[in-house]
């Protein structure tokens, strides 16, 4: 039936990590007390950052806008709590570079009290699929599974194109997380209402909600939710990474591959993620903003590990604070899953929506060696899931060649990190991706620019050459007008006294005839 | 307690604990059966060949990091193990200094000068393999009969020790009593010659196929004994340090023509059993052909080489100047790599032309 | 010995035949390594490199002549990398590489006299007469042509800031292997 294949694929390469899910896999959800200050930043999604539209010193309440979407790919910032806004300030990010961006500083006040004009649809599961669209877009859903690309663009199918299968992705590929599988266990009713709801925005029938084998937990869960609803199964799959990427688990699901520089919706699929089915519940039946989420915080070096529920905005401190601290010899702190995430410089900086971890490493959990020379064996080739040549990729990235990281493909990495996970040489390719994907990027802005400089500098000549044109023009003209004056004014004197006399005399003819 | 500064690399922040020394001293433990098994069958002086390439190799390697104030590489565990696949194939009663020169010359020239592990172009053991074979014809092909220990033929550890070590630079006649034909050697010689296959290996060379793939026949110290390399090759697989790729490949390259050419004229041309269970077919297939460093990176890359070095290895054999050909053809493919990983890419995820 | 000179003769006559067709038919007009100079400067005929505009930088360096190759600041060292690969030259040190910086005007000091604007080759000094000019960041090429004509001296060359959005992935350091 469908378009949903009765077995399941191997997606290509993949490695599996040590997953160290058991460390947080029984801590069911537990709120996080309210912080004394939070930081919501104003670029939380993929697309453009919002403008903030509050003045320091407002009261704001649960889900007021604080930040408004700047274009179409853009999401609205809300507040996570209701307080007061201390003003829009500078602050470190969950980025790697360690640099600061504008956040909204919000001091809560305790009450946490949601904006008295949030409302939801009347009946959500039948409702306008515009509507429900509308809902989603204006309450800041973006996908939570790490992308956060905002959720209302990948729930509207564009004119002509069919979504004929919606998948539910609660893979969590990722070692140590397992906030999805907290959220499935705890909350399965919530999600199937989420996905109905989904359903009927993308006028679908079929759903699949894809689990990986390890979560048994989430998947008797997720089934006994499904029983009631039609056309909604869970499949279980085989643990690998990263199979929770969209386009693997599309091939895995369907056997069918996303053509390269299409999206899922080419092959008749939308992917969202179980959070943001739970987001989007949240948004339409209760017109509550996405301003809260579930982070697993864990690892080896932190002395408490948990699943919290956690308003966006939160620094990463507190979350460590709550959960025991750290323990002696932590080497890394990283924020997202240990494939993908980032390695925190400094722990104030903020939880966002797409926070999914928050992982405390000891030395023995990451292996930091020195990078050896390549020795070609190719294993990073056997773990590419996107088929790539990792080690060519990172030569040419390693010797600048620049111009020829397109012909290796190298902008279809997704940067899983199953390379360099495999590399008995330890040599950080992601790292040279990333390095190369910006070179990319870079040569060609600057190329840009230089054609537009060019054009621009060619019109300022031109215009100048115009202007000059244009004086000479003027010059001649004036001198052509006084030239025909004289003329005329001579030929009058001749009318006046016949014949022509030559030029020069002209001047006492005019003092003649002034008076 | 976060007062250490917290470490800020790229993701991924885990790694599956794979290492160069892990591989390499993998190949090294999938090779001591057979080299064991060379020891039990020529005696101590395959041993002592053994111990003299890996230490020219490890001292070479050494002394070239000091000239070049480099830190040591010696930790890779590469340079041992190219002194020991440099053993393999060389005679059981290899003089001391040819092991000394040809573990020198696989670190320097075929290895260091490139600039070190991972930049070499040909396979360093074998490079070394080619250059003694052509600069010392008599002693590299002077191949003693198998002398097991324990058995009355053997010789005492000291007598092997003294075979090695007292070596003339220059004596071939004493080696040439020595001598005598390894079977690809034999077969090559007697089919020159106008006899059958049969007659050159039966009768008094009393060839048979099970003492061959046992190990004990004429040749050399690591190669001959075809099962326990065909074992070390298995552990490899199922260590996941080499893939199926090369070695099938290889093996097939040179099987396939041998089953072709013995179909159509068995008297002229030996099966294709004698081929795989002679020579250095299987170390090559896997442990020569699929060294990491100098043979393609993608799998489809990886089934021509193989195809390339087997058949490459049977035309050697059968029409070559040499009896055997598993060095050269390596040699001969290992400079071809990089232009067969250039068109062998792998057709990348949402590229495949199968789509609608 | 005849059909020798004669046989050798000949294939001279044909090669040489062969050469004159050749150097006809793939006639290249103007100097290539001129124009492939040009295409690696930034084109804003700022005059910086002491020539009059990107063209005449160009010629000067395919010419032959003693002329520096990093003279050209709003390219920086990426153009001196371009011109060294092109001119088959060793990359030089730039004399003064402070990173990308771009015109900044302080505002409360500008009284509009537009001399910048009229300086700014790419146009990227926007403003009118009596008003405050400001510098589209985005357009402004490090050229430093505005920085001279200002009469009051309220333009200065800032480095553009660090942000997440402009912040690059430094390259990894690659296997280290000398001893300290």
């Known amino acids: 039936m469908g378009i949903l294949a009765t077995a399941l694929k191997k997606f290509h390469g993949g490695v599996h990590p040590k997953e160290y899910k058991e460390l947080s896999r029984h801590c069911a959800i537990e709120e996080l007390p309210m912080p004394k200050r939070l930081y919501v930043p104003m670029h939380q999604h993929i697309g453009a950052p919002s403008d903030p539209c509050v003045e320091p010193g ?40 360690g640099l600061t961006m504008p956040c909204a500083v919000l001091i809560p006040d305790g009450n946490d009290q949601w904006h008295p004009e949030l409302k939801g649809l009347e009946d959500p599961y039948n409702a306008d699929p515009q509507a429900i669209r509308d809902k989603v877009r204006e309450s800041g859903v973006v996908g939570l599974g790490g992308a956060t690309f905002p959720s209302f663009i990948k729930l509207s199918p564009p004119q002509g194109k069919v979504a004929e299968l919606l998948i539910i992705n609660g893979v969590e590929c990722e070692p140590y997380l397992t906030c999805d599988a907290r959220l499935m266990e705890e909350h399965s009713q919530e999600i199937i209402d989420g996905i109905r709801i989904m359903l009927q925005a993308l006028q679908t029938k079929q759903c699949v909600i894809a ?71 949240e948004a339409v039946l209760f017109g509550h903003p996405l301003v809260h989420r579930v982070v697993t915080v864990t690892g080896l070096g932190i002395a408490r590990p948990a699943n919290l529920n956690v308003p966006v905005g939160t620094p990463a401190q507190d979350l460590i604070d709550h959960c025991g601290g750290l323990k002696n ?62 080690c060519e990729m990172a030569w040419r990235a390693k010797h600048d060649l620049i111009d020829q990281l397109d ?15 495999v590399c008995p040489s330890h040599i950080p390719l992601v790292h040279y991706f990333r390095y190369g994907k910006l070179a990319m990027a870079a040569k060609k802005h600057d190329k840009d620019k230089a054609e537009l400089t060019r054009q621009r500098n060619q019109a300022k000549q031109a215009r100048a050459e115009a202007e000059k044109a244009e004086k000479e023009r003027k010059k001649e003209e004036m001198r052509l007008a006084s030239e025909a004056r004289k003329k005329a004014a001579a030929a009058s004197q001749a009318g006046e006294s016949a014949p022509a006399k030559p030029v020069p005399t002209s001047k006492p003819a005019a003092e003649e005839s002034a008076p | 307690m976060s007062s250490t500064t917290l470490l800020t690399p790229s993701s991924p922040h885990v790694h599956g604990g794979l290492s160069i020394p892990v591989i390499m001293k993998t190949v090294i433990w999938a090779l001591l059966p057979a080299a064991a098994m060379g020891v039990m069958v020529f005696g101590w002086s395959a041993l002592f060949v053994m111990i003299i390439t890996t230490l020219a190799c490890v001292v070479t390697e050494r002394l070239f990091n000091a000239v070049r104030h480099r830190a040591s590489t010696l930790g890779d565990q590469s340079a041992a193990l190219t002194g020991l696949l440099l053993a393999m194939p060389l005679p059981p009663n290899t003089p001391w200094w040819i092991c000394v020169i040809g573990g020198g010359f696989a670190i320097l020239m075929g290895k260091q000068l490139y600039g070190g592990l991972g930049y070499n172009m040909f396979n360093p053991a074998l490079i070394a393999r080619v250059f003694l074979l052509v600069s010392f014809p008599v002693q590299m092909t002077s191949w003693p009969a198998p002398a097991p220990l324990l058995s009355d033929k053997a010789l005492s550890f000291a007598e092997g020790l003294a075979t090695i070590i007292s070596a003339p630079f220059n004596t071939p006649e004493l080696l040439d009593a020595l001598a005598s034909a390894t079977p690809l050697g034999q077969y090559r010689m007697e089919v020159s010659l106008g006899h059958t296959v049969r007659e050159a290996l039966g009768g008094s060379y009393g060839f048979d196929l099970f003492s061959a793939a046992g190990g004990m026949i004429k040749g050399s110290l690591g190669e001959t004994s075809a099962i326990l390399l065909l074992a070390g090759g ?46 250095g077919l299987i170390i090559g297939a896997f442990f020569m052909a699929t060294d990491m460093v100098t043979s393609p990176v993608t799998p489809v890359g990886q089934i021509i080489f193989g195809l390339g070095c087997g058949l490459l290895t049977y035309l050697i054999r059968t029409w070559g100047g040499y009896p055997e ?24 995820y949402g590229k495949a032309k199968t789509h609608a | 010995m005849i059909e020798a000179v004669l046989s050798m003769g000949g294939m001279a006559l044909l090669a040489g035949l062969g050469l004159g067709y050749a150097a006809i038919k793939f006639h290249v007009e103007g100097n290539p390594v001129v124009e492939s100079l040009e295409a690696a400067l930034p084109a804003t005929n700022c005059g910086n490199c002491g ?32 011109i060294a ?29 537009t001399a910048c604007i009229k300086a700014c080759p790419v146009d990227a000094i926007v403003g009118a007469n009596k008003q405050s000019h400001t510098v589209i960041a985005d357009m402004c090429t490090d050229c430093e042509a505005c920085v001279e004509p200002c009469p009051v001296d309220c333009i200065e060359m800032v480095p553009v800031p660090d942000s997440i959005y402009n912040w690059k992935w430094d390259k990894p350091a690659g296997p280290q292997v000398t001893i300290h």
């Open chain 3, 85 to 113: 690969a092109i001119l088959g030259v060793d990359p030089v040190a730039m004399e003064t590489d402070q990173g990308p910086r771009v015109a900044m005007i302080h505002e409360e000091k500008c009284i509009g006299c």
């Open chain 1, 329 to 390: 010899g932590v080497k890394k702190v990283v924020m997202g899953g240990p494939m993908m995430g980032v390695a925190l410089g400094d722990l104030q900086a903020p939880v966002v929506k797409g926070t999914s971890g928050l992982l405390a490493m000891l030395a023995r959990e990451t292996v930091q060696e020195p990078e050896q020379p390549c020795i070609r064996c190719g294993n990073c080739l056997q773990a590419c899931p996107v088929q790539l040549t990792p």
């Open chain 1, 407 to 421: 012909a290796v493909h190298l902008m279809d990495c997704i940067e899983c990190g199953s390379c360099a996970y």
């Open chain 1, 211 to 281: 689990i990986e084998d390890n979560k048994p937990g989430a998947i008797q869960a997720m089934r006994r939710a499904a029983q009631e609803t039609k056309n909604v199964q869970v499949v279980s799959l085989p643990v690998m990474y990263p199979q929770g990427a969209e386009k693997q688990l599309i091939e895995v699901l369907i056997h069918r591959q996303v053509p390269s520089g299409c999206l899922p919706i080419d092959v008749g699929v939308i992917v969202h993620n179980v959070a943001t089915a739970l987001a989007v519940r």
């Open chain 3, 51 to 82: 020539f009059p505009g990107c063209h005449a930088y160009a010629e000067a360096l395919a010419s032959g002549e003693k002329v520096a190759i990093s003279l050209c600041s709003p390219g920086g060292s990426e153009a001196m990398q371009s």
């Open chain 2, 234 to 279: 298995i552990y490899l697989l199922r260590k996941r340090i080499i893939t199926w790729h090369i070695p099938i490949s290889m093996l097939a390259g040179t099987l396939l023509p041998a089953i072709i050419f013995w179909y159509t004229d068995p008297t002229k041309y030996p099966d294709p059993l004698f081929h795989l269970f002679t020579g």
């Open chain 2, 325 to 348: 050909g598993v060095s050269f053809a390596i040699v001969i493919m290992n400079a071809a790599v990089p232009l067969i990983d250039q068109y062998s890419r792998p057709v990348i």
């Open chain 1, 58 to 97: 407002t009261q704001v309440f649960k889900g007021q806008l604080i930040g408004e979407p700047n274009g179409f790919v853009s999401a609205p910032v809300h507040a996570p709590t209701s307080g007061t806004i201390q003003g829009i300030e500078e602050h470190v990010s969950g980025h790697p570079s």
